[in-house]
DNA sequence: AATGTACTAGTACGAAAGTACAAGTTTGCC
DNA sequence: GGCAAACTTGTACTTTCGTACTAGTACATT
């Protein structure tokens, strides 16, 4: 009756049926029923491959971290194409901020890494990439503050609801690169 | 039995114990019966006041994103005393984090806006008039990407339990509010 | 003083949750 | 074929929750 067995693609369905959920009821909303239901799994399949709930939320919310750090690679690539660099990450943000429930996720995870300290280095994955990134076309500083000001705009896009004004971040963004440390 | 009456008293109890928790637990993590523990209430007052546990973490937000835009008064006067504004603003921004709990209430406020349309306008409360308020010193665009600027350092000494750069985000602070439009 | 309204406080009830578990099934290995 | 380990699945147990409710108490108004 249980028709073929894949317990990695199964664990793969409960993680991304997580991710899907997040977005819609935040990381504290997560339940095992929820999660099995919208995977399409019986409840004890959750608790078979995840002890506990915060495992199954940390292995979500990892997997989010993974795939919103692995954008950057196509950050990468666009900012060596590009000659406008302030321009480029404007729409790149633009761009990231399309996929609004990834983004959601990567939100949810700052604010539950303040009280799970386990979370941390997951949420400064994104954070990181981009400094790191930022860091061939300025200084460290500038880089940062760079990564900061899209992060609150994206914050701002996402609460509000309302879209980005990627003209003004790009003008913003050519301002803090342009500064010395 | 019941001691003297307060109802008002009682209320701002209930609300001010709420506030306390969300730091602690997060919006959602909000129960009646923890309210009620931590206001040294019954049980029955928290459903006696507000109906349900929305109303309940609605006028907790409510009173925090008040309480949060009441700060920016010290901040208007602050930057009337002082000569250098990205300086003065930088700091203000580390005054603000320092009372953790309000900015953590603050972030959390933004989340739960995204599910909660009738939050927005609480969420917007903080960012609306720290752009105002920046509004006297630069363009529109150059005020919003301070705030954006001032908003995603917040957020990110939060999640990163790490304190702020405030050298560096008075630097990038002079670079956004000269910028042009 | 009486009287109705506002408030208090303890309890109760149904729903939903996390987690545990037992019994059965598939699979890989000898 | 036989067997152990991995996996499946439904159910059951306990806790905790939101909310409702009842019986009583204080207070303002008359």
Redesign the pocket.
């Given at each position: 009756?249980?028709?073929?067995?894949?317990?990695?693609?199964?664990?793969r369905a409960i993680i991304e049926a997580a991710c899907a959920l997040i977005p819609e009821v935040g990381v504290g909303?997560?339940?095992?029923?929820?999660?099995a239901a919208r995977a399409g799994?019986?409840?004890?399949?959750?608790?078979?491959?995840?002890?506990?709930?915060?495992?199954?939320s940390r292995a979500a919310l990892a997997h989010a971290a993974r795939s919103a750090a692995d954008g950057l690679r196509a950050w990468r690539q666009a900012l060596r194409a590009g000659d406008d660099v302030a321009a480029t990450v404007a729409a790149l943000t633009e761009e990231y901020l399309a996929d609004r429930d990834r983004a959601l996720t990567e939100t949810e995870l700052y604010l539950a890494a303040v009280r799970r300290p386990e979370l941390r280095p997951l949420a400064r994955a994104w954070f990181d990439g981009l400094v790191d990134l930022l860091g061939a076309y300025a200084d460290p500083g500038a880089a940062e503050a760079a990564a900061f000001l899209i992060d609150g705009a994206l914050l701002r896009a996402l609460s509000d609801q309302r879209p980005l004004d990627t003209a003004g971040l790009a003008t913003a963004l050519r301002a803090v690169l342009r500064a010395g440390a």
């Open positions: 009756m249980t028709g073929r067995r894949d317990p990695e693609g199964r664990r909303g997560l339940t095992h029923r929820a999660v799994v019986p409840l004890g399949a959750t608790t078979y491959y995840f002890a506990t709930l915060d495992d199954l």
